[in-house]
């Protein structure tokens, strides 16, 4: 009699301690669940794009060998402006169109050949935004190399959104200005309006760039895209190189998918 009933709470013993780590298992399948969850939810995308291509600027290679997609904006009528499309095409990246534009303040000669300034005729800005795609014709939109002037022209800038509209290309507003004349125009020229969100090299230090990079992430996984805006040459190049390759691992960490600039929606 005393075996048998040993053998019944041994047995009741073996149902319950089965039940606590089922139980247990459950626990932790739905903690992995909801971890799981929480990581989608929290996926944002992070388009970088990179100014000042066509000049045989330092860091050309060097940001073109970063393995994300990046956007390289290639300022066309500069002197390695087609040499450096065919090389940003060559390493998967996108390129875009970096059209010099006229500042408030500054020279016209920082502009290079062929800047976009508002004493020019609208036939004169057609011309040269025309121009500029037959030179880079793989370039799936715009932005403005300073402009910040030019920018809340209307005339100038319904100007250079028929070409394109015409072209099917998107603008991207590098934002030189505050003023909401791009944006604006955009809308109504029915041509797709990016605008930047955080410049990554105002400061040229790896310290400072890594910091503007914890910024952007920031934003992205708050509004679930942002736009970055580095530099190769003088303003940043290998220092921003650097920096981007120190913290990609980090940011697709906390959810960060790089894309296209196109690819933002």
């Not at 004493?119 to 932005?143: H, R, T, W, Y």
């Not at 800038?157 to 604006?184: G, P, Q, V």
Request: with cysteine; charged share 30%; glycine share 6%.
């Amino acid at each position: 009699m005393f075996i048998l009933i040993s053998k019944k709470k041994l047995y009741g013993f073996i149902i319950v301690l089965i039940l606590i780590v089922s139980l247990i298992i459950c626990f932790f399948a739905m903690k992995s669940k909801d971890k799981t969850a929480i990581s989608s939810m929290n996926k944002a995308y992070v388009a970088i794009v990179i100014d000042d291509f066509g000049n045989n600027s330092a860091g050309t290679d060097e940001m073109l060998n970063i393995d994300i997609p990046l956007t390289a904006a290639i300022m066309p009528f500069m002197p390695s402006a087609q040499v450096d499309e065919k090389k940003a095409l060559e390493k998967g990246k996108e390129v875009i169109i970096h059209l010099p534009m006229e500042p408030e303040v500054g020279k016209r000669s920082w502009l290079g050949p062929k800047g976009i300034t508002t004493d020019l005729s609208d036939d004169q800005i057609k011309s040269m935004v025309e121009e500029a795609f037959q030179i880079i014709p793989s370039a799936k939109g715009m932005n403005n190399h300073m402009g910040s002037k030019a920018i809340k022209d209307e005339r100038i800038m319904k100007n250079i959104f028929t070409i394109l509209k015409e072209k099917d290309r998107f603008f991207l507003d590098s934002k030189t200005t505050s003023d909401a004349t791009a944006c604006r125009i955009a809308s109504e020229s029915k041509v797709k309006y990016y605008k930047r969100d955080i410049f990554l090299d105002n400061e040229k230090s790896v310290a400072s760039i890594e910091k503007q990079l914890d910024k952007l992430t920031d934003v992205a996984l708050k509004n679930g895209y942002a736009i970055g805006i580095g530099h190769v040459g003088v303003e940043g190049g290998k220092i921003t190189a650097d920096a981007i390759k120190n913290k990609m691992p980090e940011m697709k960490k906390r959810g960060i998918e790089f894309v296209f600039l196109s690819q933002i929606p």
